[in-house]
Nanobody
Framework: VQLVESGGGLVQAGGSLRLSCATS???????IGWIRQAPGKGREGVSC????????YYSDSVKGRFTISRDDAKNTLYLEMNSLKPEDTAVYYC????????????WGRGTEVTVSS
């Protein structure tokens, strides 16, 4: 499955961005979502959605601010990010998981998000 992220950029704290992930077809993948890697840190799971029942998972650090969604007709995954904080600065990767909460097994090239204070 190809994963191509877009939508990153520079935004002020408190602002919003929407990330997109175009895929070659994820309807057969059970769990797809987002991970991120901040400068000098390891990859962190951000959000995940199940294709079978659309259950969602969010890390505590983004819960209430980020919303994951998918458009099966367009084979596209989204991450709506609101109330952004400088600590959200990272490269965001679209990813496939064995299950939500497990480490990612495949990811794209990423899109960079920078939140200025």
């Amino acid at each position: 499955v190809q994963l191509v992220e877009s939508g990153g950029g520079l935004v002020q704290a408190g602002g919003s961005l929407r990330l997109s992930c175009a895929t070659s077809g994820f309807s057969s993948e059970n769990y797809i979502g987002w991970i991120r890697q901040a400068p000098g840190k390891g990859r962190e799971g951000v959000s995940c959605i199940s294709s079978s029942d659309n259950r969602t998972y969010y890390s505590d650090s983004v819960k209430g601010r980020f919303t994951i969604s998918r458009d099966d007709a367009k084979n596209t995954l989204y991450l709506e990010m609101n109330s952004l904080k400088p600590e959200d600065t990272a490269v965001y990767y679209c990813a496939i998981f064995a299950w939500c909460g497990s480490p990612a097994v495949q990811w794209g090239r990423g899109t960079e998000v920078t939140v200025s204070s």
